[in-house]
């Protein structure tokens, strides 16, 4: 399979997830935003400034409350809606002086990234870089982010932290082409939902990324890890032997 | 239900040891509180600890009363909640914070250790303790608890231990190298039967509602841990190089301070004092140029690489292998498993160390790639210690990494705990060669 498509199935999924809570009678909020719509101050890609505790409106993903990040790609534009920001849950304003549950769910549209998978980890980091009052720390699979009070008073809403994350993400990388962002920000059982998806698109992901290793020669589970869950170790060991035997000889 | 074993006490020298070293860290100790500095005087609360941990190991040994001996891997937690003094081995060998305080300490722990014949590349550390075994100086614990991790070097001194005290019931708790649903399960039963262990040994029974009060304190300081660790963010950074490795001490490596009032306190006052630097726009170097990440723990003899690289260079070590914003996951209190698997993965996957040293190279890599982000540095010192074998096998890897994040490299060889191995003199051209060429 195409490696542009290995996760268009857990795309799917995401969409089956968001449908179901339509059905159920619940608000899933939707902004469609163009391109050039700038909804924060523009001040390009800087550090995040700090956001002191004492400064702090809202935490979302806090280690308390619960988070799940997935980052998953596509080259069929049919499963990318380019623009869109959805929102399962209370918005900024609503969960000012809480520790908020987040899911994020980023879907990137191309016709193709190149051969390495690494760059999506490292923009994975600058997700929020340049919006102000915004201050994240981010794993491969949470997000957590604190906002300030200044940036919540000053009307910063999921609309408006979705559109700056789509523009660092096609800054970051330019092969994106399209790009939509759920957030969630309900509930555990919700949470739970997403994370079980975000994890098995994790485990695909992850596999690329092996592999992109091993095309430059190096085999990510054998270079530092532990002998005994390596499929290969018998094989390895028989070779070692064969090794230290001609030595011997 | 007891069957805590009577041994025979310790030796007189280890008694003899305690004592002295007691005498001697309080004689550094008023030293350090004639120094005037507000920033030295932020680790008093440190370094007095230390030599509380000391009289109380000694109070126990010289009394008769049992405790343990574990490492901050083995749960300090529980011994917390049940009232029951451990003694650390590396307070043994380190005799606290006096090895890295006493050059001439240091050294002479260095010749003792020439004296074991182990080999030169196994780890320092290892040697250290294994000379300090070998000369009498640990205690007699009723029990120990051994560690697998961070390294597969510590089971050397696990070893020791058993062979010196061959009628000290020890547990060795088996630490999974995947850091997933399979490996913390695994993990909560080894730390399951560890408390049973305790038990058994100890005449004392594990209050889970105990654990659970002592618990929600540590959950506060993890979190008081992780807010100064924001703050070095800051450029310039509010502290100076590897400001943050102390908290470890504190919160996980000393018996009278776990769960402790005065590890919430001396958490906070690293608070105030970073923010009331960044509110002032003050760095620590006057002229910060260079942001670092030291991968690995501060060596012995820290404070001669500190002074060239702060003074010469201009750089700081922002983040080491101890402290970065990645989060500790706070412990579920809900039932005993689910507290069981918070701390298996707290002590066994959290600590930034441990995820490194003990997991998978994809750990490094994204602990790495935060660090550079979230911290904004431009330097990744990855050096390659003797017992660090882990950092030195990747260094192609890392390579690579910096590479396509746009950071400098600089690797070496070195010894984390010998100075002798490259000379004060060898590491001034190293660091300040690479830093004038950036």
């Known amino acids: ?249 | 239900m007891s069957e805590s074993v009577t041994l025979p006490p310790s030796s007189e020298y280890a008694v003899e040891h305690l004592k002295r070293e007691i005498a001697f860290m309080e004689d550094v100790a008023w030293g350090l509180a004639g120094c005037g500095d507000e920033y030295a005087l932020l680790q008093a609360p440190m370094f007095m600890t230390q030599i509380e941990f000391a009289q109380k190991t000694l109070q126990h040994v010289e009394e008769g009363i049992p405790f343990t001996q574990l490492w901050y891997p083995g749960v300090p937690e529980f011994c917390t909640a049940m009232d029951l003094h451990w003694d650390g081995f590396t307070r043994v060998t380190l005799s606290g914070p006096l090895a890295y305080l006493v050059p001439e300490y240091l050294l002479k722990m260095l010749e003792e250790s020439d004296m074991t014949g182990l080999p030169g590349d196994v780890c320092t550390l290892r040697r250290f303790e294994t000379a300090a075994m070998l000369a009498g100086k640990f205690p007699r614990p009723t029990s120990a608890v051994a560690c697998l991790h961070p390294c597969d070097g510590v089971s050397v001194f696990q070893s020791a231990c058993e062979q010196m005290f061959p009628d000290t019931p020890m547990f060795w708790a088996d630490s999974p190298y995947d850091s997933n649903e399979r490996g913390i399960t695994y993990y909560a039963g080894e730390l399951r039967r560890q408390v049973e262990f305790l038990e058994k040994h100890h005449n004392k029974k594990l209050d889970w509602d105990r654990l659970r009060e002592v618990i929600a304190v540590t959950d506060t300081q993890y979190e008081l841990w992780k807010e100064f660790d924001l703050l070095k963010r800051n450029t310039p950074c509010p502290m100076g190089s590897w400001s943050g490795y102390p908290i470890h001490h504190m919160l996980q490596n000393c018996a009278v301070t776990n769960a402790a009032p005065v590890t919430t306190e001396y958490l906070k006052s690293l608070i105030a004092y970073a923010e009331k630097q960044v509110a002032e726009g003050k760095g620590r170097l006057e002229n910060e140029k260079h942001r670092c990440l030291f991968m690995d723990i501060a060596p012995t003899w820290v404070g001669s690489i500190t002074k060239i690289l702060e003074e010469e260079c201009n750089a700081v070590v922002v983040v080491d292998g101890m402290g970065d914003s990645r989060p500790y996951t706070p412990i579920d209190l809900t039932s005993e498993q689910t507290i069981l698997e918070g701390l298996a993965k707290r002590y066994c996957m959290d600590t930034p160390m441990i995820r490194v040293s003990h997991g998978t190279l994809d750990a490094m890599l994204d602990d790495l790639r935060a660090n550079v982000v979230d911290y904004n540095l431009d330097v990744v010192i990855a050096p390659g210690h003797i017992g660090h074998k882990d950092v030195q096998a990747a260094q192609g890897i890392l390579r690579d990494t910096c590479r396509e994040m746009g950071v400098k490299l600089l690797e070496f060889n070195y010894d984390l705990f010998d100075p002798r191995y490259t000379p004060e003199e060898e590491m001034r051209k190293i660091l300040t060669q690479f830093f004038d060429a950036i």
């Open chain 1, 1 to 249: 399979m195409n490696r542009m498509n290995r996760l268009d199935d857990h795309i799917v999924e995401i969409e089956a997830f968001v449908q179901s809570t339509i059905d159920a009678g619940r608000q899933v909020r939707e902004w469609n935003l163009p391109e050039r719509d700038t909804l924060v101050g523009d001040i390009g890609p800087s550090r995040n400034r700090m956001v002191f505790a004492r400064d702090t409106a809202a935490e979302l993903g806090h280690p308390t409350a619960d988070s799940c990040l997935g980052v998953l790609w596509t080259s069929d534009s049919d499963l990318v809606s380019d623009g869109r920001v959805r929102l399962i849950g209370p918005d900024l304003a609503e969960i000012v002086g809480q520790h908020s549950p987040l899911g994020q769910i980023v879907v990137l549209g191309s016709s193709g990234f190149g051969e390495d998978t690494e760059p999506f980890a490292l923009v994975s980091l600058r997700m929020v870089d340049g919006i102000p009052g915004v201050m994240s720390r981010i794993s491969p699979d949470t997000a957590w982010y604190r906002m300030s009070r200044g940036a919540v008073d000053g009307g910063l809403d999921f609309r408006a932290l979705g559109r700056e994350m789509m523009r660092n993400w096609k800054r970051n990388i330019p092969e994106v082409e399209s790009i939509e962002i759920l957030f969630v920000t309900s509930d555990s059982a919700d949470l739970e939902r997403l994370k079980a998806i975000a994890r098995a698109a994790h485990e695909v992901t992850a596999a690329m990324r092996t592999a992109d290793w091993r095309r430059k020669g190096i085999d990510l589970s054998c270079a530092i890890s532990h002998c005994g869950s390596c499929a290969d170790q018998s094989a390895c060991t028989a070779i070692a032997r064969a090794g230290s035997l001609s030595h011997a000889g």
